[in-house]
């Protein structure tokens, strides 16, 4: 299978969108079938699709272009995918996540992270705490929990959303997991469906946010930036379309909120050979966004003729790559988006990517980042 690094530069902007709502984001099945219980359902295994590799994660066994699809992690042995009925709780105004699956978690209940001691949002997706303490109901003693962090997006019209949950607690990655997903209806209650173009291109632009996690060390961190992905309508040939994400502007924090971009940057310049005293070492070259704030290197996609199907679905590899004064480049991290397009007019994609490599920062230690995306067209 041919692949190609796209590596064409193209600029985007920010478009907002509403983390409102309070659609169940995994619609609880049967005890056979529910890909939570581990009793080997159907939505147990990655949806066999002639879309070819990577896989659709597990969910809607018989997806349409007219039909609600649910995308859920697969689990792994490094704890992804665990996290199941994952579900956003507003019908009293309470503003909260239901996540089941965890252990240490508290009582399953996330709500909104606090602005002034910690996150309650990036960009316009919102931000969740599992709680930090709980009780034994037997002695009523307050034991600690582990730390657990959920985000959430919603589309302006609700015909999209995505949420995300992972743990900082774990030497290693960590339990956790994510769902996308195009709704049945949207916030009106009109039907949501996508009818695919057959000619053209186009261009979707809007936010991304994401949660870090280590292997190596404890911790969790927040990113958030801006996506645009390009879609050929028309070609490939044989009904496949051509697909391109790209996530640009991303800005690096701690669990507290605090921007550490820079630091980031720092070391990852040292480990380039950009501050090793040799003046013949290149140097890593530092994007900055439109208000000059410097920003991680650029992910960019891996195309392929099979990244995309007739129902709207997308999944695709993807690589940040650093760049060098001296023309260089380095891949320092790679992963696989996962997305679904929606709407009359194929306006509308949310998605999720998950990606890895060295942190710079801690000699042996690796990132997980996890981002998810609502574009515009």
Excluded: H, W
Aim: aromatic share 10%; hydrophobic share 30%.
């Amino acid at each position: 299978m041919t692949r190609i690094l796209f590596l064409i530069l193209c600029l985007g902007f920010v478009a907002a969108c509403d983390s409102g709502g309070g659609d169940v984001l995994q619609q609880p099945t049967d005890e056979a079938t529910d890909p939570g219980t581990g009793n080997g359902g159907e939505d147990e295994t990655p949806i066999d699709s002639d879309r070819g590799t990577p896989e659709l994660p597990p969910g809607t066994t018989s997806p349409t272009p007219n039909s609600q699809i649910v995308r859920r992690e697969a689990r792994d042995d490094e704890g992804g995918g665990y996290a199941t009925n994952i579900e956003y709780r507003n019908d009293e105004g309470q503003d909260e996540f239901f996540v089941d699956n965890l252990a240490f978690d508290g009582n399953n209940i996330y709500t909104r992270g606090d602005p002034v001691t910690g996150v309650a949002q990036i960009g316009p997706f919102a931000v969740y705490e599992g709680a930090e303490e709980t009780s034994d109901p037997v002695t009523g003693e307050t034991l600690r929990t582990f730390t657990y962090r959920a985000m959430y997006g919603r589309s302006i019209n609700g015909a999209t959303e995505f949420a995300i949950v992972r743990s900082g607690a774990y030497v290693d990655y960590g339990f956790g997991g994510f769902v996308y997903q195009r709704n049945g209806t949207d916030d009106n209650g009109n039907a949501v469906r996508l009818v695919l173009p057959s000619e053209g291109d186009a261009r979707y632009t809007g936010d991304y946010a994401g949660l870090r996690v280590f292997s190596g060390r404890a911790g969790i961190e927040y990113v958030g930036g801006d996506a645009e992905l390009f879609i050929d309508f028309k070609d490939f040939n044989d009904g496949q379309r051509g697909v391109a994400l790209f996530v640009n502007n991303r800005r690096l924090y701690n669990s507290q909120g605090v921007e550490v971009t820079q630091a980031y940057l720092d070391a990852l310049n040292e480990n380039g050979g950009g501050d090793t005293g040799d003046t013949t070492s290149p140097s890593l070259l530092i994007s900055r966004d439109a208000d000059g704030n410097p920003v991680l290197p650029r992910i960019r996609p891996i195309i392929s003729p099979d990244d995309a199907d007739a129902n709207g679905e997308i999944a695709a590899e993807i690589r940040e790559v650093a760049e060098f004064d001296d023309g260089t480049s380095d891949i320092i991290g790679e992963g696989t988006y996962y997305a679904i397009i929606s709407g009359d007019n194929a306006e509308e994609i949310v998605g999720v990517l998950v990606m890895s490599g060295d942190d710079p920062r801690v000699s042996g230690t690796t990132y997980q980042e996890t981002g998810g995306f609502i574009l515009y067209r």
